[in-house]
T-cell receptor, first 113, second 116 residues
Framework: KQEVTQIPAALSVPEGENLVLNCSFT??????LQWFRQDPGKGLTSLLL?????REQTSGRLNASLDKSSGRSTLYIAASQPGDSATYLC????????????FGTGTRLQVFP | DTEVTQTPKHLVMGMTNKKSLKCEQH?????MYWYKQKAKKPPELMFV???????INESVPSRFSPECPNSSLLNLHLHALQPEDSALYLC???????????????FGPGTRLTVL
């Protein structure tokens, strides 16, 4: 059974810092991995999608990497801003049931001025 | 347009009420999902519709009844709910049809449900 964990569970940093969020999964038989952002009480916003054959994806200040063989992904946020404060979720889609996203436990990020 | 819309935004209902949640997308996606999310927890999958047919039911109690009247609409009918069913209900959609790079799953803003 696929299990996805995220470390740290919560993070508080001053504005301007570069930071790394971690995502680990137990079964490497994945189709892709997706990073989401969720603001309190809101829906999920897709940030980046990495296919299993890819090593990384970039969008603006965000960079996500994937090491499928070791079961790890990282989300790198450059020059953090208070507007980046949110919960970040990673989710994997397994090759045996592509209709299901398995979510991690999330990292709650606070960036203070 | 990558928008999934949900109505209502908030819903308060008693345990004897019948209500419905509505989800709509116009991206031509053929897979649609219902998730339930409790505070500070990740979303939990409830139902998946693929090409308007129910493909996954994650052992959800029968007081939740999904319906997919067409490829753009997804409803969740609620009846005789319990207070523990209070949560954020999220709808999502995804393009199906093989292993393409446009496999992003898009979520709506959610309906905040409170059961009294």
């Amino acid at each position: 059974k696929q299990e996805v964990t995220q470390i740290p569970a919560a993070l508080s940093v001053p504005e301007g810092e570069n930071l790394v969020l971690n995502c680990s999964f137990t079964d490497s038989a994945i189709y892709n991995l997706q990073w989401f952002r969720q603001d309190p009480g809101k829906g999920l916003t897709s940030l980046l999608l990495i296919q299993s054959s890819q090593r990384e994806q970039t969008s603006g200040r965000l960079n996500a990497s994937l090491d499928k063989s070791s079961g790890r992904s990282t989300l790198y946020i450059a020059a953090s801003q208070p507007g980046d404060s949110a919960t970040y979720l990673c989710a994997v889609r397994g090759i045996y049931n592509t209709d299901k996203l398995i979510f991690g436990t999330g990292t709650r990020l606070q960036v203070f001025p | 347009d990558t928008e999934v819309t949900q109505t209502p935004k908030h819903l308060v209902m008693g345990m004897t009420n019948k209500k419905s949640l509505k989800c709509e997308q116009h991206m031509g996606h053929r897979a649609m999902y219902w998730y339930k999310q409790k505070a500070k927890k990740p979303p939990e999958l409830m139902f998946v519709y693929s090409y308007e047919k129910l493909s996954i039911n994650e052992s959800v109690p029968s007081r939740f009844s999904p319906e997919c009247p067409n490829s753009s609409l997804l409803n969740l009918h609620l009846h005789a709910l319990q207070p523990e069913d209070s949560a954020l209900y999220l709808c999502a959609s995804r393009k199906t049809g093989g292993r393409t790079s446009t496999d992003t799953q898009y979520f709506g803003p959610g309906t905040r449900l409170t059961v009294l």
